[in-house]
């Protein structure tokens, strides 16, 4: 499979539709971005240049921080694939955000959803 399409959508582009997924089932912006500085270990600034910069999402995780120590705990089925199988570093990390968005739209609690 050819991924390379989704490594080149900006993540600003993207960004709306987390947001939008999570605010339906009445979560926050904020628990959004908490999941996403939890993930990479941007913060409010360096989230905001990504956004204002359309960065895609291959520089967005070539560029982050600090993947967290604690993703191996992200377990389970996103889109058809088990996340802890995927072969393709890049893809898996995208994945990684995928599942955690999803679990927070399902309600489930944010020190679950990080992993704590």
């Not at 912006?29 to 270990?41: A, D, F, M």
Request: aromatic share 10%; charged share 35%; with cysteine.
């Amino acid at each position: 499979m050819n991924n390379t399409r989704v490594y080149k959508m900006s993540f600003a582009s993207v960004y709306p539709h987390y947001v939008q997924k999570a605010e339906k089932k009445g979560r926050t912006e904020s628990e959004v971005k908490e999941i996403i500085y939890w993930l990479t270990g941007y913060d409010e600034k360096g989230l905001k240049e990504i956004l204002e910069n359309k960065t895609d999402f291959e520089t967005f995780f070539a560029e982050a921080p600090a993947l967290n120590p604690n993703v191996s705990k992200i377990t389970g089925v996103i889109c058809g694939y088990r996340v802890e199988e995927i072969e393709d570093p890049l893809m898996q990390k995208i994945r990684y955000l995928d599942k955690l968005i999803d679990e927070l739209a399902k309600g489930k609690a944010m020190e679950k959803i990080l992993r704590a």
